[in-house]
């Protein structure tokens, strides 16, 4: 019978190995070679002792060269488990290998996922700094870290979370505030502000902050001076600047520049078209290369609150080269997909893609709610509108007549249901959340269940 792993780590004395270890599949046993010695110490003492008698035998019988081949076969047989006893041991079981040994492991395997009957409700902890050790920090100023997480890369998709998934699985669901994303997250920390929210921002690959720079990526603080701005990226940036730096220009062009801006996308007098992170979005046809996300934590989320939330920017895939830019050089013509303005099939995957990252990159923070926005959904999918994206034509159950609504367009139906159920860690992407939102502003009420 196989011996027990021992409880506790062992890396010298009679157990020492001093040959290259293989790593198990769980990730933190190392599973040293048995030899079954045990085994082959009784065979050899047995067939040991059956030559030296053999050989006492053939000495008695006078056939003396029988009993000199049986003697030394008798000899090596019971030398050989002496010395390996003696002079080198081996080890007899599977043991914990500690952190420090000059042991040389393999990389640490992914764990296999838990079993259904394993999940279980787990409290949230803090988002920051505990879970902090998956996207590559691109800079720390004043208690924000800025991370990069490249979900382009395959290794980053085979990572184990950090957090239990649950045994619900989190339905999406439409949300009305007057102030938008920022005011459901307000109110939400102030019935619990033990939460970790992220509000994932629809970005812009080419520009971080979008039209908070000017045309030549400059920061201009009259964008950030006020929230009534048409896009959600504007508008949540501004809010942060305001909430952090009140009206004060120099702190917010301080802040913006010492977190987001020039982390992603294209530099000034850049003459190409591949981002900093590594993309050309006008020729890429690989869904895949939507899969970048940058999070920034510890953003208030009011002026007269202490309460703060994550940004997590991705961007989606844009198919409209903004008319207004003769000039060609903005960033929405640089980073028009030309692949997506001709194929809507591959626009809805690349916007899957860009929206599993910002889950993915919450789920690493161990963020449990998360707020959707309407990604790809306004001005980056014009040139698509008649396929619904954000709207779609439906008839009426109770007047047969013809009506437009976002909760019945293609993003609520298929790209947002197609990103909860892909997979990470071996389960559904919807299972790690105990609230997914998608955030309207406005007046009306909650609105239930986003499967309409």
Request: proline content about 7%.
């Amino acid at each position: 019978m196989a011996p027990q792993i021992l409880p506790t780590p062992q890396t010298v004395g009679a157990y020492s190995q001093s040959l290259p270890v293989n790593q198990d599949n769980d990730g933190t046993v190392a599973k040293v070679p048995w030899y079954k010695t045990r085994t082959c110490k009784v065979i050899m003492v047995g067939l040991g002792i059956l030559a030296a008698a053999g050989a006492v035998a053939a000495f008695l019988a006078s056939s003396f060269v029988a009993a000199g081949v049986l003697g030394a076969a008798g000899l090596i047989c019971l030398g050989i488990p002496l010395y390996q006893a003696v002079f080198s041991p081996k080890p007899l079981a599977q043991r914990n290998i500690s952190s420090n040994s000059s042991v040389q492991q393999k990389p640490t395997a992914i764990p296999q996922p838990a079993q259904a009957s394993q999940i279980t409700n787990v409290t949230p902890q803090p988002a920051f700094p505990q879970y902090m050790n998956y996207g590559n920090l691109l800079s720390t100023h004043d208690g924000h870290d800025t991370r990069h997480y490249d979900f382009k890369n395959p290794s980053m998709n085979l990572i184990s979370p950090p957090i239990q998934p649950n045994t619900l699985p989190a339905q999406p669901r439409i949300v009305w505030h007057a102030d938008g994303a920022m005011g459901v997250t307000d109110q939400l920390l102030s019935s619990n502000p033990s939460k970790n929210i992220a509000i994932i921002v629809a970005g812009n690959h080419g520009k971080p902050g979008g039209g908070i720079q000017n045309h030549n990526y400059e920061f201009t603080p009259q964008m950030a001076s006020h929230t009534n701005h048409k896009t959600q990226e504007e508008s949540l940036i501004a809010s942060w600047l305001i909430n952090e730096c009140g009206n004060d220009p120099r702190k917010k062009q301080t802040l913006f520049q010492q977190t987001i801006q020039y982390k992603w996308g294209f530099h000034p007098n850049q003459n190409h078209n591949t981002t900093i992170q590594g993309v050309d979005y006008t020729s890429t046809r690989k869904a895949q290369d939507y899969g970048d996300a940058w999070s920034v934590n510890n953003i208030p989320v009011s002026q007269q609150s202490p309460l703060k939330a994550g940004f997590i920017f991705v961007a989606g895939p844009n198919i409209n080269s903004n008319l207004r830019d003769r000039s060609g050089t903005g960033s929405m013509a640089r980073t028009l997909n030309q692949k997506a303005y001709r194929n809507y099939n591959f626009f809805l995957d690349c916007d899957v893609e860009a929206l599993v990252a910002a889950f993915k990159t919450a789920i690493l923070e161990g963020r449990r709610t998360v707020l959707v926005p309407q990604l790809s959904c306004g001005v980056y999918a014009k040139n698509h509108g008649k396929h619904g994206l954000a709207r779609k034509d439906y008839s009426s159950d109770l007047t047969g007549k013809t009506k437009r609504g976002f909760i019945h367009g293609d993003f609520m139906k298929i790209v947002l249901e197609r990103a909860l159920n892909t997979h990470f860690g071996g389960f559904p992407i919807r299972n790690y959340f105990t609230d997914v939102i998608v955030p309207m502003k406005g007046n009306h009420q909650v609105v239930g269940n986003s499967q309409g």
